[in-house]
């Protein structure tokens, strides 16, 4: 969803992105989820225009208005 959202503003991943900062929604996340987010986004970044530098501000960016949420695994 994030690297659809942000490949094209015509879609439903894309309105998913910008309705992210709208206090009726909760972005819940967990350390784990971050780091996936920062390797794929990472990985697409020249597929998506951006920079590292900007990949980073938009993982900051989820980080500043995220909860997280622990998760403890059992093996």
């Not at 390797?39 to 980080?63: F, M, P, W, Y």
Request: charged share 15%; proline share 1%.
């Amino acid at each position: 969803m994030l690297v659809s959202g942000l490949r094209s503003n015509l879609g439903a991943s894309y309105k998913l992105l910008s309705i992210l900062n709208d206090r009726r929604w909760q972005v819940n996340v967990s350390t784990a989820l971050i780091f996936e987010y920062e390797e794929i986004l990472k990985g697409a970044s020249k597929d998506l225009g951006l920079t590292l530098q900007e990949v980073d501000l938009a993982i900051a960016a989820i980080c500043n208005i995220a909860n997280f949420h622990p998760i403890f695994f059992l093996w």
